[in-house]
């Protein structure tokens, strides 16, 4: 069972027709049956009386999609979450490398950052191992070597 497939069950649901189901989901009525008919061979429940006009929810169906909207409010949820955890990282951020590390951990550096965060504003700049020192001194760090 996939998310996607959770997907196309809320939506025949919503749509109580499988073509303006398959519509709205991007895909030919045949794809989104054949989905759907896997999903239900694969938790060995039929979700939909095809019979009825317009397509009616089973018992057990019923529940199913219950959850499944759940299922897919949770994952909205975490995607929500993980976007604004990312937003909260945002600003410069200032590195000091030395010169010997400089060249191997820059490009990897503005890649994962531009990627992965692309609020936060990279700079580098190289420095000499006692320069840092100092730096990081007077910023009341401590240096670990």
Not at 107 to 121: A, E
Request: proline fraction near 3%; charged fraction near 25%; hydrophobic fraction near 40%.
């Amino acid at each position: 069972m996939t998310l996607q497939q959770l997907r196309y069950i809320i939506a025949i649901d919503d749509f109580r027709h499988f073509g303006k189901a398959a519509e709205a989901c991007g895909l030919t009525q045949s794809t989104l049956s054949l989905m759907v008919k896997k999903m239900e061979e694969e938790l060995d429940v039929k979700i939909f009386d095809r019979e009825a006009h317009p397509v009616a929810t089973t018992e057990i169906g019923r529940k199913v999609i219950d959850r499944a909207k759940v299922v897919l409010y949770n994952v909205e949820q975490i995607s929500l979450m993980t976007r604004s955890e990312k937003e909260l990282l945002s600003g410069p951020l200032k590195i000091a490398l030395i010169s010997t590390v400089s060249p191997v951990l820059v490009p990897s550096l503005f890649k994962h950052f531009g990627s992965n965060y692309p609020s936060i504003s990279l700079q580098t700049e190289e420095m000499l191992s006692s320069t840092i020192k100092d730096k990081l001194r007077k910023l009341k760090w401590t240096w670990v070597s």
